[in-house]
């Protein structure tokens, strides 16, 4: 297997995993970790060993799709640069922001706060930790903010350069970045602009369309790696 096929096939692995990590958040929510009564509660949560167990999944994986993004720059590279360049860096931008702020949730709020309110005795600093949770959600909200539009900011460019490959398995990649498009738009609508008509791309409707969209980049990786006609065949 040559060097490209293999990195197909790593950056296919990279993506079961994420796969993976966002099944076990799946069916930990659902069924082992409980819904949150108010914020005394949310702080209590983060001190589950499954609540823990299933934030590190999710920030491993989400550091592993660089993978993928420089697997997808570099086939692209050389036929469509731009497309390439900023799909990459709006990708590293969203795991960068993406990162940040879940290493903030675990390492910070989930330890040092969560640990602090549940040993307190004192019912005046337990109402200052409730307070700093409260201010640190409103500016993870407005942190997704920006994770959400450079990662739409990556499908627009990944969907452009997949668009212009004539192999038609690439189709599968080019469905997945537009239906993340889709997703993404009416996330930052429901989030930001008050349309409550979306709030399932939030909630019950998350986890399925993530799932989808990934199997599809999953086969397409997983095809390159088996393909002998690895090389993008990009129309002139």
Known sequence: MRQEQRRYQFAGSCILFFIAAQTFQELATRF??????????????????????????????????????????????????????????????FIGFEFTARSMDFF???????????????????AMIVHRYLLWSDMARGIYFEIMLSFLLASCAFLYATL???????????????????????????????QTWLDALNNSAYFPIVFVINCLLAAWFFHLANSPLSPARVRE
């Open 32 to 93: 082992w970790i409980p819904d949150a009564h108010g914020p005394e509660h949310e702080l209590l949560i983060y001190l589950l060993p499954m609540d823990r167990a299933r934030a590190l999944l999710i920030l491993s994986s989400i550091l592993l799709l660089v993978i993928p993004y420089i697997a997808i720059a570099m086939r692209y590279w050389s036929a469509t640069p731009i497309a390439a360049l900023t799909g990459l860096i709006a990708g590293i931008s």
């Open 108 to 126: 910070v709020v989930g330890q040092r706060w969560a640990n602090s309110f549940r040993t307190s005795g004192s019912p005046v600093e337990k």
């Open 164 to 194: 212009q490959d004539q192999d038609r398995w690439s189709r599968l990649a080019s469905l997945a970045f537009a239906i993340n498009i889709l997703r993404l738009l009416g996330r930052i609508s429901s989030t930001f602009a008050g």
